[in-house]
């Protein structure tokens, strides 16, 4: 039978794991819901100097979709050379066409060129890079993948949508993240898995123990590179990149090319194919204006009128510390809204139970700081609300990346004093 040969008894394989994370062998159930945050990538602390942002720059109409040339893909999912296996999981998912990203770096991913993408949140990135590396897993018996992101919450929803487009494939994976149990990760790594996604920090951690070998690993996924330099994981990212088998295939992911990624994409990666599909400085699908509050009495109630209003949907807002999140949670939750937070001071469990309710509409409002949302792909998020500004313009645009995913329009209001 395919595959059979690599299929073990624990039943932690993604033929196995059903849906959800929701019982026995599934590596996403047990890692989503026990520990407390390591803090590490989940708990940046406000910079003392906040850059300045001119207001005029929180405001710009969107382009109404009808008005955006349609991307016309010049190649059909059915083109592309992958496993049978991978195609019927395409079409289950409802995957059309391919995105942008996808027709412009599967190809080149496909004959074993190495890639760096260019491209705004919510591109579709994940299957840009999941199909070559599924397709490269189940023709070569020894080929291991490790997949590298910012935040446990990417990391988590990479493994969602790999968990989906390997469906059947019997292919082992582990996610190795901060906050979550150390025991069950170790366990996974002992059947060698085929995937591994992770934190920087908890995959060095393994490294350092002795755990995580990755000298057979040949194939590399670095996403979100450029918030994962804001991090600040520049040296465990050089350590985990200096670990993998030399002969190795490399997809590199971010939505700028600044001169550090330049250096590491120089340093790491063999003539890599650039496909570039950014659009513009923000998302161009995402209506943005500010509002105009002096005061938290009166902010609390501009949020409230915005939060009640009727064109308002699914809503994540940004507040600057832990504090300060939690405190508007509470607030927003006594004046009857269903809201929760997350950020790095809750444990993982927390964060993972919030995230979920939060896609499954039981809850309409999510507050949060910037290092805990990112990632955070949540298709129907209409409305991103700065309550407070961010750090930075790059941080902005990160911010409203969350609303006007997969072509819909987003709203994203800024308040300001
Ligand atoms: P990503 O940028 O990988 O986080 O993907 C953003 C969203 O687009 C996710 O909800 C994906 O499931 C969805 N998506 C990715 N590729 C396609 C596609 N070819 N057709 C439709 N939806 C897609």
Redesign the pocket.
């Known amino acids: 039978m395919p595959y059979s040969s690599q299929r073990r008894s624990s039943g932690n394989n993604y033929s196995r794991s059903g849906g959800s994370s929701s019982r026995g062998g599934g590596q996403f159930d047990r890692s989503g819901s026990r520990g407390f945050s390591s803090g590490r990538g989940g708990s940046r602390k406000p910079k003392f100097s906040k850059q300045y942002i001119d207001p005029s720059r929180f405001i710009k109409r969107a382009v109404v979709t009808t008005e955006v040339p349609e991307y016309v893909p010049v190649h059909t999912f059915a083109d592309f050379d992958i496993h049978p296996l991978l195609k019927q999981n395409i079409i289950e998912?409802?995957?059309?066409?391919?995105?942008p990203i996808?027709d412009q770096a599967i190809p080149h991913a496909l004959i074993g060129k190495d890639v760096v993408g260019i491209?705004n949140?919510?591109?579709?990135?994940?299957?840009?890079f999941s199909l070559p590396i599924l397709h490269r897993l189940l023709n070569e018996p020894f080929a291991r993948a490790l997949i590298i992101a910012p935040t446990r919450e990417l990391a988590q929803?990479i493994e969602e949508?790999l968990r989906s487009i390997a469906k059947g494939s019997g292919l082992f994976r582990a996610v190795l993240i901060g906050g979550s149990n150390m025991r069950d990760q170790l366990r996974d790594l002992k059947d060698l898995p085929s995937i591994v996604i992770g934190t920087p920090g908890r995959i060095k951690d393994h490294i350092e123990r002795g755990s995580l070998d990755l000298s057979t690993f040949n194939m590399i996924t670095l996403d979100e590179v450029d918030r994962m330099l804001d991090m600040g994981f520049i040296n465990d990212i050089r350590f985990i990149l200096d670990n993998l088998a030399a002969e190795r295939q490399s997809f590199f992911f971010s939505a700028t090319l600044e001169p550090s990624i330049r250096e590491l994409i120089n340093t790491f990666l063999s003539e890599p194919v650039v496909v570039s599909v950014k659009t513009g400085e923000t998302s161009e699908n995402v209506e943005q204006n500010i509002v105009r509050a002096s005061g938290s009495a009166e902010k609390i109630e501009k949020l409230h009128e915005i939060l009640n209003h009727e064109a308002t949907g699914k809503t994540l807002v940004f507040d600057e510390t832990q504090r300060s999140v939690e405190r508007l949670a509470k607030e927003l939750q006594e004046r009857g809204f269903k809201v929760d937070s997350i950020h790095g001071g809750k444990t993982q469990g927390q964060r993972t139970r919030a995230l979920k309710q939060f896609k499954e509409s039981k809850l309409n409002v999510l507050v949060a700081t910037d290092v805990a949302a990112r990632g955070i792909?949540v298709?129907d998020i209409t409305h991103v609300i700065n309550y407070t500004t961010p750090q930075t313009y790059d941080d902005y645009v990160h911010r409203i990346g969350r609303a006007g995913?997969?072509g819909r329009t987003g709203f994203a209001l800024t308040f300001v004093d």
């Not at 998912?93 to 995105?99: A, E």
């Not at 949140?121 to 840009?128: M, S, V, W």
Request: proline share 4%.
């Open positions: 998912k409802g995957y059309i066409n391919p995105s996808q491209a949140t919510g591109t579709g990135k994940t299957a840009a929803q949508e792909d298709a995913r997969a």
